[in-house]
Nanobody, 127 residues
Framework: QVQLVESGGGLVQAGGSLRLSCVASGRTFSRYAMGWFRQAPGKERELVAA???????????YYADSVKGRFTISRDNAKNTVYLQMNSLKPEDTAVYYCAIAPSVSVAKAEGLYDYWGQGTQVTVSS
């Protein structure tokens, strides 16, 4: 059974940074695409960043326009962990952040392509 456990959320002032981590188990981690989503109160869940499975040529990444240049997704296959480095945080980044894994190698941009989800971690950015 696949399990995903997020950590690293918290309260930070605008302009600050946080790094989220997501440890995966139950699947050969390096082969599969991963994504970070977020859901703010009263809003739909949205994809923030995604990374492909690893290959000889490395990985591909995708970022939502709202976080380009501020957030970085990366993976450490030796630790079965995907990270989301968040810099220059804004109050509008406040949300519950979820990691997810897709049964594919390619970057997955649609929520329906992901089959397992973590429990979420709260990120709150104060102004």
């Amino acid at each position: 059974q696949v399990q995903l456990v997020e950590s690293g959320g918290g309260l930070v002032q605008a302009g600050g940074s946080l790094r989220l981590s997501c440890v995966a188990s139950g699947r050969t981690f390096s082969r599969y695409a991963m994504g970070w989503f977020r859901q703010a109160p009263g809003k739909e869940r949205e994809l923030v960043a995604a990374i492909s499975g690893s290959s000889w040529s490395g990985e591909s990444t995708y970022y939502a326009d709202s976080v380009k240049g501020r957030f970085t997704i990366s993976r450490d296959n030796a630790k079965n962990t995907v990270y989301l480095q968040m810099n220059s945080l804004k109050p509008e980044d406040t949300a519950v952040y979820y990691c997810a894994i897709a049964p594919s190698v390619s970057v997955a941009k649609a929520e329906g392509l992901y089959d397992y989800w973590g429990q979420g971690t709260q990120v709150t950015v104060s102004s």
